[in-house]
């Protein structure tokens, strides 16, 4: 059975450009959330998205955006970089009726 | 929104003693929490979680009680072994008991050296 996978795993972009990360559900979920997460800081919410729209949305710029596929896999997108977008970007999956989710191995950005 | 705020930041304790790492949350509609395991470079791992209908729950050496009244929640290690030396994270989210997967909301982490 295999996890939630994402790629590419490192990135090295710079400022100004924009960005695409994928992320494939583990099988059987329907539910994809994205986290930002800063070096020594906990995970931080980005958006949700179910049945291909954005459900929940975190505190992050419309710089930062979304897509979910048929198939449930996802896309995040980010315009526009600056130097701060440097993170490691987590995906996580889980069931819509589900509480639990289980994350990606993550894609670290490097914003030059 | 929820605020949730981990204690200590570091840990180090000697090989087969316990750990315990504490979490507060403040919004009173949380109802689910889960704990992480994230080690160097990779994503964060769940090892235990517990929904706020139960006030504590055990897995092994691992076991996480809930205070819904004092809105804090504790996850407790036992016979502690190199590897479980990472970082841990708690979380809280309103989900639980809806049945409807909801964003997560993190402590700042624990990192946990275990040492021989």
């Known amino acids: 059975d295999a996890g939630v996978t994402q790629s590419p795993t490192h990135l090295i972009k710079t400022r100004g450009q924009q960005v695409t990360l994928r992320c494939s559900p583990k099988?059987?979920?329907?539910?994809v959330s994205w986290y930002q997460q800063a070096l020594g800081q906990g995970p931080q919410f980005i958006f949700q998205?179910?049945?291909?729209?954005?459900?929940q949305r975190g505190n992050f710029p419309d710089r930062f955006s979304g897509h979910q596929f048929p198939n449930y896999s996802s896309e995040l997108n980010v315009n526009a970089l600056l130097l701060g977008d440097s993170a490691l970007y987590l995906c996580?999956?889980?069931?819509?009726?589900?509480?639990?989710?289980?994350f990606g191995p993550g894609t670290r950005l490097t914003v030059l | 929104g929820e605020n949730v705020e981990q204690h200590p930041s570091t840990l180090s304790v000697q090989e087969g003693d316990s750990a315990v790492i504490k979490c507060t949350y403040s919004?009173?509609?949380?109802?689910?929490f889960p704990w992480y395991k994230q080690e160097l470079g990779k994503g964060p791992q769940l090892i235990i979680d517990?929904?706020?209908?139960?006030g504590e729950k055990k897995d092994q050496r691992i076991a996480v009680t809930l205070n819904k009244t004092a809105k804090h929640f504790s996850l407790h290690i036992t016979e502690t072994q190199p590897e479980d030396s990472a970082v841990y994270f708690c979380?809280?989210?309103?989900?639980?008991?809806?049945?409807?997967?909801?964003?997560?909301?993190f402590g700042t982490g624990t990192r946990l050296q275990v040492t021989l």
């Open positions: 998205y179910y049945e291909e729209e954005e459900r």
């Open positions: 979380a809280a989210s309103t989900g639980g008991n809806t049945g409807t997967a909801s964003k997560l909301t």
């Open positions: 517990i929904r706020s209908n139960v």
């Open positions: 919004d009173s509609a949380s109802n689910y």
């Open positions: 996580a999956s889980s069931r819509d009726r589900g509480d639990t989710q289980y």
């Open positions: 099988s059987g979920h329907d539910t």
